[in-house]
C-alpha cells in the first residue's frame, strides 16, 4: 500500500467526509474507510474500548472528547461554574483512565493513536489531523499480514489480544 495518498485520493477522502454526519468519530471513520483502511468499531474487549481498531495495522484510535477528557487549553474545555470540585475530579479521574488505557494497549503491542474532536470540528485543522492519522496507523513500521479468510481486506475474524478482561 502507498504510503502517501495521490492528489485524487486524497480530495475523494477529504470529499467522504463532507458528509452529513458531522460528529468527530464519523468523520474519522469515513476518511479512514474512504482511504482504503478497514477497522472494527468500539471493541470492547481492549482497555478503553477503542473507538477504531486496525488489526491489520496492530493500531487503536481514540476520538476524545475535549471536555470529558479535560483537553487543557482548548475552548471546549470549561468547567461548569458550579460543582466545580465534582467536575474536576471527574475529568481527573478520566484522565488517569486514558493513561492506564494508554500503558495497557501499549504492553500488550498496540500502536495508540489519541485525536481531540477539536482537531477534528475545527475545518481548518481537520485535513492535516486526518493526513497525520492516516500516516501514522501506516507508516510506524508494525504490520501483520492480511488474514488468508479475508478477500475484500475486511477483517473477518475476532481480533485476538493477548489481554484479558478485567
Ligand atoms: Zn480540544
Not at 114 to 142: F, S, V
Not at 143 to 152: K, N
Request: glycine letters at 6%; proline letters at 5%; aromatic letters at 10%.
Amino acid at each position: 500500500m502507498a504510503d502517501v495518498m495521490t492528489p485524487e485520493q486524497r480530495s475523494r477522502c477529504m470529499a467522504a467526509v463532507k458528509g452529513k454526519d458531522t460528529k468527530p468519530e464519523m468523520i474519522v471513520r469515513k476518511y479512514l474507510f474512504s482511504s482504503g483502511l478497514r477497522y472494527r468499531v468500539n471493541n470492547r474487549k481492549l482497555p478503553g474500548s477503542p473507538d477504531i481498531v486496525l488489526k491489520k495495522y496492530k493500531t487503536v484510535v481514540f476520538v476524545d472528547g475535549c471536555f470529558w477528557h479535560g483537553h487543557e487549553g482548548c475552548k471546549y474545555f470549561r468547567l461548569p461554574k458550579t460543582n466545580v470540585d465534582f467536575w474536576r475530579h471527574k475529568i481527573a479521574m478520566n484522565i488517569a483512565r486514558d493513561y492506564a488505557n494508554n500503558v495497557d494497549l501499549k504492553l500488550a503491542g498496540w500502536n495508540v493513536i489519541r485525536i481531540w474532536e477539536c482537531e477534528i470540528k475545527a475545518k481548518a485543522r481537520r485535513e492535516k489531523t486526518l493526513e497525520r492519522l492516516y500516516r501514522n496507523i501506516t507508516n510506524h513500521g508494525y504490520t501483520i499480514p492480511d488474514l488468508p479468510a479475508s478477500s475484500d481486506g475486511s477483517i473477518a475474524a475476532e481480533p485476538s489480544v493477548p489481554y484479558g478482561e478485567d
